[in-house]
């Protein structure tokens, strides 16, 4: 009976540390993310100042380099603006965006395509130098809080096995 008490306890103890765990990698995943999204400007203003495609192309194809397959972008009948909407409405839960990710980034599509060609490279590096902000501050959360959040999460199951016993 005191084995299967131990037992138990040393599971609740575990389960703890690994949920602060999981929250602790969704920071890195973010991280990861806003990290892709800045290369996938540079590389979309490399492609939009020497390639002679439509955006709806340039987009994919930049999209594709940095295995961004969230943001390829077909041409459907229907805007760019409306295509990168819908695209960022359902980005999948393994990026870890926040909604200021999100909001960021469309707001960044709804210009996109609507200028001449310099008007389109100033409109990426301003929302290139703005993801930059984001991605500091989303190393500073991994510097603040990925070791707090697995701590915490070891000592909730640890006062979840003190409260039962």
Same mark, same amino acid.
């Given at each position: 009976?005191?084995?299967?008490?131990?037992?138990?306890?040393?599971?609740?103890?575990?389960?703890?540390?690994?949920? =602060?765990?999981?929250?602790?990698?969704?920071? !890195?995943?973010?991280?990861?993310? @806003?990290? *892709?999204?800045?290369?996938? %400007?540079? &590389?979309?203003?490399?492609?939009?100042?020497?390639?002679?495609?439509?955006?709806?192309?340039?987009?994919?194809?930049?999209?594709?380099?940095?295995?961004?397959?969230?943001?390829?972008?077909?041409?459907? =009948?229907?805007?760019?603006?409306?295509?990168? !909407?819908?695209?960022?409405?359902? @980005?999948? *839960?393994?990026?870890?965006? %926040?909604? &200021?990710?999100?909001?960021?980034?469309?707001?960044?599509?709804?210009?996109?395509?609507?200028?001449?060609?310099?008007?389109?490279?100033?409109?990426?590096?301003?929302?290139?130098?703005?993801?930059?902000?984001?991605?500091?501050?989303?190393?500073?959360?991994?510097?603040?809080?990925?070791? @707090?959040?697995?701590?915490?999460?070891?000592?909730?199951?640890?006062?979840?096995?003190?409260?039962?016993?």
């Amino acid at each position: 009976m005191f084995f299967l008490k131990i037992l138990g306890g040393a599971l609740i103890v575990l389960a703890g540390y690994f949920i =602060g765990r999981q929250k602790s990698q969704k920071l !890195y995943c973010r991280r990861n993310f @806003l990290k *892709n999204i800045t290369v996938f %400007l540079s &590389s979309l203003q490399t492609s939009l100042r020497y390639d002679c495609s439509d955006i709806f192309t340039i987009v994919t194809e930049s999209a594709k380099r940095q295995g961004l397959d969230c943001l390829e972008c077909r041409s459907s =009948g229907k805007s760019f603006a409306e295509t990168w !909407y819908e695209k960022i409405s359902c @980005l999948p *839960n393994e990026y870890s965006a %926040l909604k &200021s990710d999100k909001e960021l980034l469309n707001k960044f599509g709804e210009n996109l395509g609507a200028t001449d060609v310099e008007g389109q490279l100033k409109h990426i590096e301003l929302y290139k130098t703005q993801f930059e902000k984001q991605l500091s501050f989303a190393e500073e959360d991994i510097a603040k809080k990925a070791k @707090l959040y697995k701590t915490l999460g070891l000592f909730a199951g640890t006062a979840v096995v003190l409260m039962i016993i």
